[in-house]
């Protein structure tokens, strides 16, 4: 199966930078998803990393490392409304389809 | 049009009754799915379908019967719940299976009496 971990809860200020970290475990990693889900909404797509490297989008940023099994979501300039969960979602060639992380529930206060 | 649309919303039914929850995509995607999502947990997956047939049953009990009756529909069949049933029903749908984006439903919320 696949272990994936992330920390629980998170705590960051308004305009600030934070890195949401996420490790997992698998034999046939074939990819790495994050998306966002704010309360009572459906998760939305962030990001898709499957090579090793920074991906840059906007505010958000993800990073891949295989070799370490460990990836990251960086979040800048952080607005009220980033508020939400972070899901970590794992590939594996076997099952070809993702499989969420428990998430990461962030709090942006001013 | 990037919507994936579910019906209904809200549903509240009993042990004995049958239901259906209903997910509808025209964005020509041939990869369709269904979570299960509870309070403060993570979307576990259940069924995937691709191109109409049933790839993927996450060991889900058979009182949860999906159904694809065309590549924009996808249906969940519900019959003899427990309580422990009740949680979010998300659906979503991908270009492909794989590492293609998933658009997700706002989801049905099942409460099972």
Same mark, same amino acid.
């Given at each position: 199966?696949?272990?994936?971990?992330?920390?629980?809860?998170?705590?960051?200020?308004?305009?600030?930078?934070? %890195?949401?970290?996420?490790?997992? %475990?698998?034999?046939?990693?074939?990819?790495?998803?994050?998306?966002?889900?704010?309360?009572?909404?459906?998760?939305?797509?962030?990001?898709?990393?499957?090579?090793?490297?920074?991906?840059? !989008?906007?505010?958000?940023?993800?990073?891949?490392?295989?070799? !370490?099994?460990?990836?990251?979501?960086?979040? !800048?300039?952080? %607005?009220?409304?980033?508020?939400?969960?972070?899901?970590?979602?794992?590939?594996?060639?076997?099952?070809?389809?993702?499989?969420?992380?428990?998430?990461?529930?962030?709090?942006? !206060?001013? | 049009?990037?919507?994936?649309?579910?019906?209904?919303? $809200? &549903?509240?039914?009993?042990?004995?009754?049958?239901?259906?929850?209903?997910?509808?995509? $025209?964005?020509?995607?041939?990869?369709?799915?269904?979570?299960?999502?509870?309070?403060?947990?993570?979307?576990? =997956?259940?069924?995937?379908?691709?191109?109409?047939?049933?790839?993927?049953?996450?060991?889900?009990?058979?009182?949860?019967?999906?159904?694809?009756?065309?590549?924009? =529909?996808?249906?969940?069949?519900?019959?003899?719940?427990?309580?422990?049933?009740?949680? =979010?029903? &998300?659906?979503?749908?991908?270009?492909?299976?794989?590492?293609?984006?998933?658009?997700?439903?706002?989801?049905?919320? =099942?409460?099972?009496?």
């Amino acid at each position: 199966g696949q272990n994936i971990d992330q920390p629980t809860e998170m705590t960051a200020t308004e305009g600030a930078i934070v %890195q949401i970290n996420c490790t997992y %475990q698998t034999s046939g990693f074939n990819g790495l998803f994050w998306y966002q889900q704010h309360a009572g909404e459906a998760p939305t797509f962030l990001s898709y990393n499957v090579l090793d490297g920074l991906e840059e !989008k906007g505010r958000f940023s993800s990073f891949l490392s295989r070799s !370490k099994g460990y990836s990251y979501l960086l979040l !800048k300039e952080l %607005q009220m409304k980033d508020s939400a969960s972070y899901l970590c979602a794992v590939r594996d060639r076997r099952y070809d389809d993702m499989r969420f992380g428990a998430g990461t529930r962030l709090t942006v !206060k001013p | 049009d990037t919507e994936v649309t579910q019906t209904p919303k $809200h &549903l509240v039914m009993g042990m004995t009754n049958k239901k259906s929850l209903k997910c509808e995509q $025209h964005m020509g995607h041939r990869a369709m799915y269904w979570y299960k999502q509870k309070a403060k947990k993570p979307p576990e =997956l259940m069924f995937v379908y691709s191109y109409e047939k049933l790839s993927i049953n996450e060991s889900v009990p058979s009182r949860f019967s999906p159904e694809c009756p065309n590549s924009s =529909l996808l249906n969940l069949h519900l019959h003899a719940l427990q309580p422990e049933d009740s949680a =979010l029903y &998300l659906c979503a749908s991908s270009q492909d299976r794989g590492g293609y984006e998933q658009y997700f439903g706002p989801g049905t919320r =099942l409460t099972v009496t």
